[in-house]
């Protein structure tokens, strides 16, 4: 009886450390997909403030943002959110094109994406536009 009541312990024991290792392994799992839905959303950000145009360049212009974007699923499940703002930097002459013509009007977007279990990801994206000198 005794020795019956040990292996009992033992197979419990066993069980529930197997039982743990399971539920960290599903969390960790978990987190990497949450991770991976904001890094995906801050790439919707950028694609989005990319195709918003039209880019004002110069010292008088605001940043251009994209406010706080929830995204749902088809069920309408909280995926989660993205915001995403635009900044011009400077405005450079172009290699190979005339300098007297045409100018390189630098800008920035940064977008922050925030899903579930507090992941975020914040991704940054430089490209410039070739355009009239105005600068």
């Given at each position: 009886?005794?020795?019956?009541?040990?292996?009992?312990?033992?197979l419990?024991?066993?069980?529930?450390?197997?039982?743990?290792?399971?539920?960290?392994?599903?969390?960790?799992?978990?987190n990497?997909?949450?991770?991976?839905?904001?890094?995906?959303?801050?790439?919707?950000?950028?694609?989005?403030?990319?195709?918003?145009?039209?880019?004002?360049?110069?010292?008088?212009?605001?940043?251009?943002?994209i406010?706080?974007?929830?995204?749902?699923?088809?069920?309408?499940?909280?995926?989660?959110?993205?915001?995403?703002?635009?900044?011009?930097?400077?405005?450079?002459?172009?290699?190979?094109?005339?300098?007297?013509?045409?100018?390189?009007?630098?800008?920035?977007?940064?977008?922050?994406?925030?899903?579930?279990?507090?992941?975020?990801?914040?991704?940054?994206?430089?490209?410039?536009?070739?355009?009239?000198?105005?600068?």
């Amino acid at each position: 009886l005794v020795i019956g009541l040990i292996l009992l312990l033992v197979l419990s024991v066993l069980a529930v450390s197997t039982m743990n290792s399971a539920t960290f392994g599903l969390t960790m799992a978990g987190n990497t997909q949450f991770t991976e839905n904001a890094f995906q959303l801050a790439e919707t950000g950028i694609e989005r403030a990319i195709s918003n145009g039209p880019f004002c360049a110069g010292a008088a212009c605001a940043a251009n943002a994209i406010a706080n974007t929830v995204v749902t699923d088809a069920n309408g499940n909280t995926i989660g959110n993205y915001q995403a703002n635009t900044v011009y930097q400077a405005c450079t002459a172009k290699d190979g094109y005339s300098e007297d013509l045409f100018k390189a009007y630098h800008f920035r977007i940064t977008s922050t994406g925030q899903s579930a279990r507090g992941a975020q990801s914040q991704n940054t994206q430089e490209f410039f536009l070739v355009g009239p000198n105005g600068c």
